[in-house]
């Protein structure tokens, strides 16, 4: 099993910038790929980026409305995982979610944390 503990959402006026974390604990060795989601108030969650890891060599990956704006991170050796997000906009609310996926090797369900709500003001 893998805990998912986010941190670090909260209100910021529209063109701050915040720094979410992703703390992974238990058999995070077979963690093949991580990632954040968020949900916009009323509507479905959706993918805003995702890391996943070849060897040493990270790669990244970004929905549209963030690229350029936001920054996907992970410190493999503490077991985290960072979304840098600047020129933050109104849209940008949601609660987001930190995600992990599991090699399939080990039959495994994906891992969801509990979220974090991110709130940004005009």
């Known amino acids: 099993q893998v805990q998912l503990v986010e941190s670090g959402g909260g209100l910021v006026q529209a063109g701050g910038s915040l720094r979410l974390s992703c703390a992974a604990s238990g058999s995070t060795f077979s963690i093949k790929s991580m990632g954040w989601y968020r949900q916009p108030p009323g509507k479905q969650r959706e993918l805003v980026a995702t890391i996943s890891r070849d060897g040493s060599t990270n790669y990244t990956e970004y929905a549209d409305p963030v690229k350029g704006r936001f920054t996907i991170s992970r410190d493999n050796g503490k077991n985290l995982m960072y979304l840098q997000m600047t020129s933050l906009k109104p849209e940008d609310t949601a609660v987001y979610y930190c995600?992990?996926?599991?090699?399939?090797?080990?039959?495994?369900?994906?891992?969801w944390g509990q979220g974090t709500q991110v709130t940004v003001s005009a």
């Open positions: 995600h992990a996926v599991p090699y399939v090797i080990y039959r495994k369900p994906d891992y």
